[in-house]
């Protein structure tokens, strides 16, 4: 089992940059796809980015496309998204997750086994 714990999340203006981490304890983080979620108050949950195993294949969500940028460092245990140009409606709750049994980058998170708590971003204008 692994667990993850998310941080720098945090208060930046619209059009700023913000780099959110999760850092995976228990096992080793190359085992997992890893991915970002984010909900934001009264919405639902809703797909970010993604990494597979091997750290080359990414997928990201329409909305973050040319904006944020998804990495992981598996000799950390951590995986980072760093999103850049942020606007208001990116404001939400991010957390990251674990899926142990696929090999690729994905956006389905009912595959994924384990989730962190969250980190607060907020984007003001």
């Known amino acids: 089992q692994v667990q993850l714990v998310e941080s720098g999340g945090g208060l930046v203006q619209a059009g700023g940059s913000l780099r959110v981490s999760c850092e995976a304890s228990?096992?080793?983080?190359?085992?997992?796809?890893m991915g970002w979620f984010r909900q934001a108050p009264g919405k639902e949950r809703e797909f970010v980015a993604s990494?597979?195993?091997?750290?080359?294949?990414?997928y990201y969500a329409d909305s973050v496309k040319g904006r944020f940028t998804i990495s992981r460092d598996n000799t950390k245990n951590t995986v980072y998204l760093q999103m850049n140009s942020l606007k208001l409606e990116d404001t939400a709750v991010y957390s990251c997750?674990?899926?142990?049994?696929?090999?690729?980058?994905?956006?389905?998170?009912?595959?994924?086994?384990?989730w962190g708590q969250g980190t607060q971003v907020t984007v003001s204008s």
């Open positions: 228990g096992r080793t983080l190359s085992d997992y796809t």
């Open positions: 990494v597979g195993k091997n750290g080359v294949d990414k």
């Open positions: 997750a674990a899926d142990q049994h696929t090999e690729v980058a994905h956006r389905i998170g009912g595959l994924y086994d384990y």
